[in-house]
């Protein structure tokens, strides 16, 4: 059964003025950033104080990002792990597109995020490039 994804605004981010949450089952599975000419979607770290929660396992939800990326753009996507300010670990790629691509492109990866965390982490890299390969995490060159 495929799982209803929600993209609502958000407020999270103060330098952020256009932004949006993406809501999956019970929990806040993205955040979505979009500028003048494109955007970043990352992996949710903290919750807004409203809204479903951010799902509690931050290394499953990485790992479901980057194999839902690979399954749906390929494997050539550069995904990035980075920490916020509070040492959170996140997984983000960014791209030229419009918003109603994010939009799509966003819906399509939350989606398949819900129907791949049920799969164990493995997750070796604490910062820098990342790429997914038949499945999993690797550290790119």
Known sequence: MTQHVLILESTKFHHAKRQWRIEVGRYTLLRLTYGQTGGALK????????????FPDPARLIEAMAVSVENLAGPQVDLWL????????????????SLSDFFEGA?????????ILSRPARLNSSSGRLACANGALVAAA
């Open 43 to 54: 992996t949710a770290t903290a919750w807004d104080g409203w809204g479903r929660p951010v």
């Open 82 to 97: 980075d920490e916020d300010a509070k040492g959170r670990q996140f997984l983000e790629f960014s791209a030229t597109a």
């Open 107 to 115: 819906a399509l990866i939350a989606a398949e995020m819900a129907a």
